[in-house]
């Protein structure tokens, strides 16, 4: 996981401007080693755990809601400016093309359409995925499909059960 560097910077860099007795909550007073604000008073204001608002400043949590961004902009008091450059610091940052390839339309090889067309004058016969999508059907499973609710695209992951469902008189699946 990447860290980002520049959002826990600037994080850091708000939390040491605000002085506790101004940050609106009483606090335990104590020797301080920083200027500011400690992460679990941040945190505290903000109404997320000391160890979220940690790993946030550390750049170690790549997806953050923009709820807990608003909370965080309002106990660190930051102005509009600041806030939209929270925002921006937040966003996780792409690292390019995507590793995943883009998805692809479902092919069915030519074989398998011979097959089907071969079926066609003994059954009707239709080539589902695992989701149960219809990928491929022989004309006569098209035809006999007069009076079911199966349309030339049907519904993803309902093939089976649009398939073997008659439609009633209203045009309504019962």
């Not at 989701?131 to 079911?148: P, Q």
Request: glycine share 10%; aromatic share 4%.
């Amino acid at each position: 996981m990447e860290q980002n560097c520049e959002l826990g910077d600037f994080l850091r860099s708000r939390r040491a401007r605000l002085r506790p007795e101004g940050a609106g909550a009483a606090f335990s007073g104590g020797v301080r080693r920083v200027p500011g604000l400690r992460r679990e008073e941040v945190a505290h204001l903000a109404g997320v755990s000391t160890d979220y608002y940690a790993r946030l400043e550390q750049g170690r949590h790549p997806h953050v809601s923009e709820t807990v961004l608003e909370a965080v902009a309002r106990a660190l008091r930051l102005d509009d400016t600041e806030r939209c450059y929270l925002f921006e610091l937040a966003q996780p940052k792409s690292p390019g093309p995507s590793r995943r390839p883009a998805a692809r339309a479902p092919r069915v090889r030519p074989a398998v359409h011979q097959m089907l067309d071969a079926l066609d004058s003994v059954s009707p016969a239709l080539v589902l995925n695992h989701r149960t999508d219809i990928l491929a059907g022989n004309r006569s499973r098209w035809a006999s499909s007069a009076g079911h609710s199966l349309g030339p695209r049907p519904t993803r992951g309902r093939g089976t059960r649009t398939a073997l469902r008659p439609v009633s008189a209203g045009g309504h699946c019962s």
